[in-house]
């Protein structure tokens, strides 16, 4: 077997009192976009905030690669991990290039202007997600899916391999949730850039259409992982949700679709 | 222009606005003049050390509450608003009587000040870090009368203009050794610049890029226990400065959050133009300059609140 993305093992894991995995153990394929669906509570945001390094496990290991992430400085991690959190906490005036520039934040020297690297990186971002008109818009201006693309920039400004994306679809209407889906194929399918994405996402649709890997969470426990069509099964939607579904290929793409039978 | 640059210029006008203006104005001709002549009482003795004084101590408030602000992500978080100031200002009385070093005394003040806040206040959201931190300000602020009303009389009426934010009795010394330290915590921006552009990003986005978060934290804190010290040992227990300083350089420049050294020059020149305004309206009495500033920040908090309640209905 190829060797994986990320290599989860014995990780146990709390928030605050509660304990979210114990000894869970995991590995997400070396694939462009990677799903993480699950129902409510059952540790998404958790394992892709211990992918990140955002969440200090007490016990266990992610490896990135074959790396310890936890024995990272938090520089080098940010050099190859990016994330961004649900709902990123926005200032009014903060502008979009502003906060694409933030992006260059691990590589920034100290007592240093920003570089011609730096430059090029956050134009570029601006570019790929099409915001160069809006650079200097305030973010508080912006529509949902253009401000979800403003923090994609700002990750993409980073220049990380592997960018971490918490439920980035939430909040926004279905031709938004297609366009960012089709920005992320777009980021990994680019020649010459070996760029992989892992998204937590809660519609199945969308999930099963855009992602390669799909990896199914029930309570802090693996159900599944594999591609969606191999993954959404009505036996898998039944342990992961609790609910009788029957799983057929949508008629445009042949994906699959799942249609709750309650 | 940049932000920076466009608030030097405000200030520099002001600074010499600042040394023209007061019982009796100077032509710009007489002032330059005069500060290259030693001899230049209304200049040297009157003028210079005042502004110079405004000046330093602005710059240390406004940087001090703009990394407050974007620290915790509050605009109301200011060392001001949440007893930092109130804490330095019993730590001052606390070791005049003990006959320790007033510096060494505010700091531990107004460390101790902020250590209770956050203590207190721990995972409880932005409004009960401020009711705690209003809630600590009162209390050393009462037990700093309560120290006061067994004083001496003679301190009592030096303690009271101290208190009220004076800058009457300033000189050139103190004015120097403020602006060295405010230097010193400018270069230790400048050095982590890197992280300090991430403020109020929050925590999550702030690890994600690559922040060293409690570093960052003891960095930010420290700065602004000195800061807030040195500059109140100073001049005095200023308020509603470096709660207005930030915002008002970002509306005013257009500089992006944190807006640090933009939020230090603003909070110079707010400083430098409620002395000169303090001079001009009482020129005969000590009119404290932080009278004045209390007189322009107490309206902006209630303007604050005001449009933040717009906003959420």
């Known amino acids: 077997m190829k060797q994986p993305l990320f290599d989860i093992q014995d990780l146990t894991v709390s928030l605050g009192a509660q304990r979210i995995y114990s000894q869970f153990s995991a590995r997400l394929p070396d694939v462009g976009i990677t799903g993480i669906i699950g129902p409510n509570g059952c540790g998404k945001s958790t394992l892709l905030r211990c992918l990140g390094g955002l969440a200090t496990p007490e016990n266990g290991s992610v490896r990135l690669r074959g ?67 809006l650079r200097l818009r305030r973010l508080t201006a912006l529509s949902g899916g253009q401000r979800q693309r403003a923090w994609i920039a700002m990750a993409l400004a980073q220049q990380t391999e592997v960018i971490l994306l918490d439920e980035p679809t939430s909040y926004l209407d279905l031709p938004h949730q297609i366009r960012l889906m089709q920005l992320l194929r777009h980021l990994v399918d680019q020649q010459g850039q070996a760029r992989r994405v892992v998204v937590v996402l809660h519609d199945l649709t969308i999930a099963a259409r855009f992602c390669d890997t799909l990896v199914g969470l029930s309570d802090g426990k693996l159900v599944c992982a594999g591609p969606p069509s191999e993954v959404l099964t009505p036996k898998t939607v039944m342990q992961l949700y ?21 | 222009m940049k932000p920076v640059i466009k608030l030097s210029l405000a200030l520099g006008c002001l600074v010499f606005l600042a040394l023209s203006g007061g019982r009796d104005w100077l032509v710009p001709a007489d002032v330059w003049h005069g500060l290259w002549s030693t001899e230049n009482f209304v200049i040297h003795v009157l003028r210079l050390p005042r502004t110079a004084l405004a000046v330093a101590a602005g710059l240390a408030l406004g940087l001090a509450g703009a990394l407050m602000q974007g620290l915790t992500r509050n605009p109301l978080a200011t060392p001001d608003v949440i007893g930092l100031v109130q804490g330095a200002s019993l730590g001052h009385i606390m070791a005049l009587g003990l006959g320790a070093s007033v510096f060494l005394g505010e700091t531990v003040g107004a460390a101790f000040a902020l250590f209770a806040v ?196």
């Open chain 1, 67 to 133: 790396v310890n992430i936890g024995q990272l400085s938090p520089i080098a991690r940010a050099r190859q991990i990016a994330f961004l959190p649900q709902e990123p906490p926005v200032l009014a005036d903060m502008t979009v290039e502003g906060v694409v520039a933030k992006g260059r934040t691990p590589w920034r020297k100290a007592f240093l202007p920003s570089s011609r690297a730096d430059r090029d990186a956050v134009n570029q971002a601006l570019e790929t997600t099409q915001l160069i008109e």
């Open chain 2, 118 to 313: 956050i203590a207190l206040a721990r995972e409880q959201g932005p409004i009960a870090f401020v009711l705690y931190g209003i809630g600590v300000g009162a209390t050393a602020s009462a037990a700093t009368t309560v120290i006061l009303l067994r004083a001496p009389d003679a301190t009592i009426t030096q303690m009271m203009l101290w208190l009220s934010g004076s800058l009457a009795r300033a000189d050139l010394a103190t004015a120097g050794a403020l602006f060295g330290g405010v230097v010193c915590a400018g270069l230790i921006v400048l050095w982590r610049a890197r992280e300090l552009r991430t403020l109020w990003l929050g925590d999550d986005v702030m690890i994600g890029l690559g922040v060293h978060l409690p570093l960052l934290r003891f960095t930010v804190l420290g700065l602004v226990t000195l800061l807030t010290a040195g500059a109140t040992l100073a001049v005095g227990p200023i308020g509603f400065l470096a709660f207005t300083a930030a915002p008002l350089a970002r509306a005013v420049s257009g500089a992006e959050p944190p807006a640090l050294f933009p939020a230090a020059l603003m909070g110079a020149c707010l400083l430098t133009a409620a002395d000169l305004a303090a001079r001009l309206i009482a020129p005969l009495v000590t009119l404290p300059t932080g009278l004045i500033m209390t007189l322009i920040g107490a309206p902006y908090l209630i303007f604050f609140l005001w449009s933040e309640k717009r906003k959420t209905a």
């Open chain 1, 242 to 262: 609790g609910l009788r579904a029957q799983v057929h290929p949508d008629p445009v793409f042949a994906r699959p679709v799942v249609y709750p039978e309650e």
